[in-house]
């Protein structure tokens, strides 16, 4: 009779037995690890290999932010040097156009008082701040030497008082008479003005060095002032 085993049979004792032991006989469990050891990692060497893996992502997401933070920065870059841009040419159109009219009211194209309308309106945005026209009478004639109305232009910004003279040009004699309404307004109110201005696109020599003698600060467009 043969007795003789057949693979397919050998196997399946195989299978069936393996498990008993591996769990009972030391010297097998070691035999199948050392057989099966260069067929799968072990597990030192997966988590090796996961560390890495979520290193290179963690980098990679890390140098993406880098890009997209290096773009964003550009952009606002960018986007502040064309408004810094839009600005200055606003500044240099408005100029222009105070220039056009301080020539259009010496020429007597425009009057003197569209033209300070225009000024004040630009002086208005440069200080974020209402410009009052003030007109009062002199009864005692201290600026002109005879009675006469007194008009000049008031800013009163954070409880500091600027008196503004703004005019197509100004010669000496206009910026004593504006320094006498100065004094004139100061006076009637008791109260000192922190500031001087005169805003005028042609100011002749004279008056420029009397005004700096005297403390008047002199601007040849209105968006040229500072708080």
């Known amino acids: 009779m043969n007795t003789q085993l ?13 498990p008993e032991l591996m769990e009972s006989d030391l ?18 060497q997966t988590e090796d290999r ?4 979520l290193a290179e992502l963690k980098k990679d997401r890390e140098e993406q932010s880098k890009k997209w933070d290096e773009q964003d920065k550009k952009w606002h870059e960018n986007h502040q040097l064309l408004l ?28 003197e008082e569209s033209f300070r309308s225009g000024l004040a309106t630009i002086l208005q945005d440069s200080f974020q701040v209402k410009v009052e026209r003030y007109l009062d009478y002199d009864y005692d ?13 008031v800013i009163i910004s954070n409880g500091r008082l600027i008196l503004v003279e703004i005019k197509s040009s100004m010669d000496k004699a206009q910026l004593y008479s504006f320094w006498r309404k100065a004094q ?3 006076e009637k109110h008791e109260r000192k003005a922190h500031r001087l201005i005169v805003i005028a696109p042609w100011v002749d020599e004279k008056a420029r060095a009397a005004a700096e003698e005297i403390g008047i600060e002199i601007f040849s467009h209105a968006d040229e002032v500072h708080g």
Do not use: C, N
């Not at 010297?27 to 030192?44: F, G, N, Q, S, V």
């Not at 996961?50 to 893996?53: A, D, N, P, Q």
């Open 84 to 111: 810094d841009q839009m600005a200055e040419i606003k500044s240099m159109k408005s100029r222009h156009e105070s220039s056009i009219g301080a020539l259009g009211a010496r020429w007597g194209l425009y009057t």
């Open 141 to 153: 004639g201290k600026v002109f030497g005879r009675p006469e109305q007194i008009e000049m232009d």
């Open 27 to 44: 010297t097998i469990r070691h035999l199948i690890l050392k057989i099966t050891k260069d067929k799968y990692a072990e597990r030192e």
């Open 184 to 186: 004139f307004y100061q």
């Open 6 to 18: 057949t693979k397919e049979e050998i196997r399946d004792i195989v299978v069936s037995s393996l």
């Open 50 to 53: 996961i560390e890495r893996l």
